[in-house]
């Protein structure tokens, strides 16, 4: 884990401002004192799940994610969303990940899934062979999934995080009524925002941080569009709205931007930057700036890139354990994209083992 951070020169002046004992809500004095407690781990899980029966599982993934971020690093950012996209519909159970037929089109056919990029799922495949051909069929490519979002992240340049594991796949994916209305809108105020992630466990740091994620990535007019035609938001920035009429001249535009304005392929703390000069792209974004339950958060970040890392990884760990099929539940697929047959139920898992951290540094 990301170590205990010590908050900025700047954020400190903040705070004096405030008075002498002022802390954001969400900063405890505890916090700034000792290492921040891990969230705890939902039983079936282990950071050491696989010490035992796939000991190079981590490498694996790190060296493979390594070179095809040589190639192309925007794929960094649709991992990471793959695994959140997952998690928020049924669980971090892999059923993202489904194919689907024209009578029963699966979760990569819904709206807001439309936009993952096919390459993603392609690495995904990729890293699911180099697997089996270590070690068997011992891996879920819900562990897979949520490992490479991690290496996303930190080959980006965000933080390390640890990622329990022990995940078995789903065998069925959701409606798309129920991907739908569980998957967030960009059109959505930080009101509504914050209640969908309060619903899967998350609190209002959660959410900041993990919004936190759009520092890298793109978008396409359309999930912003509304911001700009026929009434342009008040709440944009002036000349960010102008760049974005260039790249989205009017509301039928296919064209694509990025999601932080300063540095799109790094992941770090400037997507705060952003929303404090008012150039969040979505409005579930600005919003986080401008409602009062999270704009000190924001403005904390902001300042703070380690204590956003550290709040970043620890929601990441408390959403990779939404809804998860453990043990004997579900399967271990053999194909990412596809479930089992009845006669084929997949390997069981190894037991867990030792007291790793689930942190290669590789």
């Known amino acids: 884990m990301v170590g205990a951070a010590s908050i900025t020169s700047v954020f400190l002046l903040i705070l004096l401002a405030a008075g002498p004992n002022s802390l954001p809500a969400f900063v405890s004095a505890a916090d700034e004192c000792q290492e921040p ?73 819904a709206a807001p899934n439309l936009s993952l990029r096919a390459e993603a799922f392609t690495v995904i495949d990729e890293l699911s062979a180099l697997v089996q051909d270590e070690c068997g069929q011992v891996v879920s490519c819900a562990d897979i999934a949520a490992l490479a979002a991690r290496d996303s992240v930190h080959l980006s340049g965000g933080p390390n995080y640890g990622v329990p594991l022990g995940r078995r796949d789903g065998t069925s994916f959701a409606t798309q009524a129920t991907t739908l209305a569980n998957l967030p809108s960009p059109f959505s105020n930080a009101t509504t925002i914050l209640s969908e992630f309060a619903a899967k466990g998350l609190d209002d740091t959660d959410t900041v941080a993990l919004s936190g994620g759009h520092t890298i990535g793109r978008s396409h007019c359309a999930a912003f569009v509304p911001r700009l035609y026929p009434t342009q938001d008040p709440t944009l920035n002036p000349a960010f709205a102008d760049e974005l009429k260039i790249t989205c001249p009017d509301t039928n535009s296919t064209n694509i931007t990025v999601l932080d304005l300063r540095t799109p392929n790094k992941f770090d703390k400037k997507y705060f930057v952003d929303l404090e000069n008012h150039e969040g792209l979505f409005t579930s974004d600005q919003d986080l700036y401008s409602n009062e339950r999270t704009k000190e958060i924001v403005e904390a970040f902001s300042v703070d890139q380690d204590l956003f890392f550290e709040k970043f990884s620890v929601a990441m760990i408390k959403l990779g354990q939404i809804q998860v099929l453990t043990g004997t539940e579900g399967e271990i697929r053999t194909n990412c994209s596809a479930k089992n047959s009845d006669s084929f139920p997949g390997l069981q898992y190894g037991a867990e083992d030792g007291t790793y951290d689930g942190r290669d540094e590789l």
């Open 37 to 109: 407690p891990q969230p705890a781990v939902v039983e079936g899980l282990s950071w050491s799940f696989y010490k035992q029966s796939c000991p190079k599982l981590e490498h694996i993934i790190r060296r493979h994610l390594k070179k095809v971020f040589e190639q192309d690093i925007t794929l960094a950012a649709t991992l990471l969303r793959i695994h959140f996209h997952d998690c928020f519909v049924q669980g971090c159970d892999g059923s993202l990940l489904l194919d689907g037929t024209a009578s029963d089109p699966s979760e990569k056919e």
